[in-house]
């Protein structure tokens, strides 16, 4: 059939999922062949699963959009983070595919060999990868999936757009900054409560003395948010024809927090001047919907330009979880929409506190209810 190892990757992880689905579906000759579950859900790292033809277990496939024009790659924590978390899909698998859009890396491949002689002699489910220079061989030898994706409308039309994250990814990972308390809960003793209190007493003194010099210090500071993180949105215009008069709308799907322009927070008496310095900003954020909007001042991009959005910063739940984007993009005559991953892996910081009780019954080691921000001065970046 002829595909030209140039064939264009898919705009965007859904059109990705569809394809490897219809690709791995022919190739198994498994019309049962689906996608696992819908948007936000946990999926253990599988898009997609079935039972190929005269097999007994189910094979699964992890799809990974990458930008084509970076050649950003699988790196080996996120081929572990996906191996660990196929491991939990019910019931076993007895293959794990890793399909990408990202060109062949010889090294990554090594790796993944690596893993999967491991994997076989622990008595777990292979794994392989699959660049993607693979997936177009592939394509080019069913003529189903041939004919469905040429056929398709995946090339240059006269209106296109690719909306991602940095380097033009379709997922990224966040990872938060929280502080928990972990508090010793001792039985009271005479002696002990009485020197107890004299250290309370030295500590107080010492912590007003801390708190006056901190005062001091902090008129003129900058504090750092680490509880916030960054991100920002790249639409490319992958068509012919210019867009024209465009802006997007993004909102969220699972627990945001709070979005900010900047996760620092300058105090002092030129406040107000740094504040007014600031440049004219392409994102308005709505913290009441937790949605924003995007709308370039040069209100034009030309086929194939890219333009960037300025940061965003996002306060996610302190929790391991998927919050879902939904992007939509209205132009003068064109329109468009999808969806973008953040995977949230927060990080605790631990702070350790001691309290005396007079029940033994209470004596012990627990985590504290509340969960903090991680704040900082930025001098201690």
């Known amino acids: 059939m002829g595909a030209s190892l140039s ?48 097999e007994s277990n189910y094979y699964g496939i992890q799809c990974k959009g990458k930008d084509e024009y970076s050649n950003k790659q699988f790196n080996e924590e996120e081929i572990n ?45 292979e ?123 993004f909102d969220f799907e699972g627990d945001v927090h709070d979005l900010k322009k900047s996760n620092e927070e300058y105090n002092g008496i030129g406040a107000n001047i740094v504040s007014a310095n600031r440049h004219i900003t392409n994102v308005y954020l709505f913290t009441e919907s937790m949605s924003v909007k995007v709308v370039p001042q040069k209100n034009i991009l030309v086929g194939d330009d890219i333009f960037t959005s300025d940061s965003i910063y996002i306060k996610p739940s302190a929790t391991n979880y998927e919050i879902i984007v939904n992007w939509k993009l209205i132009s003068k005559d064109f329109k468009d929409e999808g969806k973008l991953k953040i995977i949230v892996n927060p990080e605790f910081e631990k702070n350790y506190k001691s309290i005396i009780v007079e029940d033994p019954k209470q004596v012990g080691i627990k985590e504290g209810d509340k969960i903090e921000d991680v704040i900082i001065e930025k001098d201690d970046l």
């Open 7 to 54: 064939l264009r990757r898919p705009n965007n992880w859904q059109y990705f999922e569809t394809l490897c689905k219809k690709l791995w579906g022919e190739i198994w000759n498994c019309p049962e062949i689906k996608k696992n579950g819908r948007a936000g859900q946990a999926q253990h790292g599988i898009d997609v699963y079935g039972i190929p033809f005269g």
């Open 127 to 249: 794994v392989h990868i699959f660049s993607w220079e693979d997936i177009v061989e592939l394509i080019d030898e069913n003529k189903h999936t041939h004919d469905f994706y040429v056929n398709g409308q995946n090339y240059k039309t006269s209106k296109s757009v690719s909306v991602t994250f940095k380097d033009g990814l379709n997922e990224i990972y966040i990872k938060p900054k929280f502080k928990k308390t972990i508090i010793h809960s001792k039985q009271k003793d005479f002696f002990e409560d009485t020197f107890s209190k004299k250290l309370e007493a030295i500590a107080h003194q010492h912590n007003h003395l801390s708190d006056y010099l901190f005062t001091s210090k902090s008129l003129n500071s900058t504090k750092v948010n680490l509880s916030y993180c960054e991100f920002y949105f790249q639409i490319h215009n992958t068509g012919l024809d210019p867009l024209e008069e465009y802006k997007l709308f």
């Open 81 to 125: 983070n996906e191996i660990e978390k196929a491991k939990l899909f019910q019931p076993p698998l007895k293959k794990l595919y890793l399909a990408t859009t990202a060109v062949k890396d010889a090294g990554i491949e090594e790796l993944v060999r690596k893993k999967n002689i491991e994997n076989i002699n622990k008595g777990l489910f």
